[in-house]
């Protein structure tokens, strides 16, 4: 089966603009997380959904982050508009239920210059 | 608030000897799991094994074995027989009740590097 898949890999944008990050879970799964190393630190918890329903999003860091499922299937995560500490490696990750491993993708990697 | 800490320095292992990666977390929930996950270099971060706290023997999967110390909080990963493919960044994570059964807390990651 394929795995979780993210779009793009790589994202490189000014201070100020916006970028759209997508993730496509592994098919069935009705769980689906956003995760973001920043250089240097711990991979962070950013959101959970079940489903299309944000589950728990109290790890988004401000207003500037707004993710979305529509239909339950991919995600996306917009910044906007991005700041220099945006930067970092943007990962999803999804589960077939609440206690099951979950499965990452390989990441975005967003630099904001 | 849960924590993990992984504060070894990078280390290098020669081919198909064993290394020990060691993790310990502090929380105060009964009932959590332990994970450990692997980054190489392409970037995915690859599922490796899972213990959960109420589990009586250690978890074992193919070459990678966890050293389940639940008094000390010690959940160190050990790889058997490392292979150049095992060249990467190893994290270890947890997930409890309190901070949200769906939350992983990672620790900062344990660099390895196998050499010939």
């Known amino acids: 089966e394929a795995g979780v898949t993210q779009f793009p890999s790589h994202s490189v944008i000014e201070k100020g603009q916006t970028v759209t990050l997508r993730c496509d879970p592994i098919?069935?799964?009705?769980?689906l997380y956003w995760y973001r190393r920043v250089m240097g630190k711990e991979i962070k918890f950013l959101l959970h959904?079940?489903?299309?329903?944000?589950?728990?999003e109290s790890g988004m860091p401000n207003n500037r982050f707004l993710a979305e499922r529509t239909g339950g299937t991919y995600s996306t995560l917009k910044v906007q508009p991005a700041e220099l500490e945006d930067s970092g490696v943007y990962f999803c990750a999804s589960s077939l239920s609440a206690g099951s491993p979950l499965h990452f993708g390989n990441g975005t990697r967003l630099t904001v210059t | 608030a849960q924590k993990i800490t992984q504060t070894q320095p990078g280390m290098f292992v020669q081919e198909k000897e064993a290394v020990t990666l060691d993790c310990t977390y502090d929380?105060?929930?009964?009932?959590?799991?332990l994970f450990w996950y692997k980054q190489p270099s392409s970037g995915e971060m690859i599922f490796l094994i899972y213990?959960?706290?109420?589990?009586?023997q250690n978890a074992t999967e193919g070459r990678y074995s966890l050293n389940f110390q639940k008094a000390r909080k010690s959940a160190n990963l050990v790889i058997s027989a490392s292979q150049l493919g095992d060249s990467a960044m190893y994290f270890c994570a947890m997930r409890g009740v309190h901070y949200g059964n769906n939350r992983l807390a990672f620790g900062k990651g344990n660099q390895v590097v196998v050499i010939p």
């Open positions: 959904f079940v489903k299309e329903s944000k589950q728990d």
């Open positions: 213990q959960g706290s109420y589990d009586e």
């Open positions: 098919s069935g799964h009705d769980n």
């Open positions: 929380t105060s929930d009964q009932s959590y799991g």
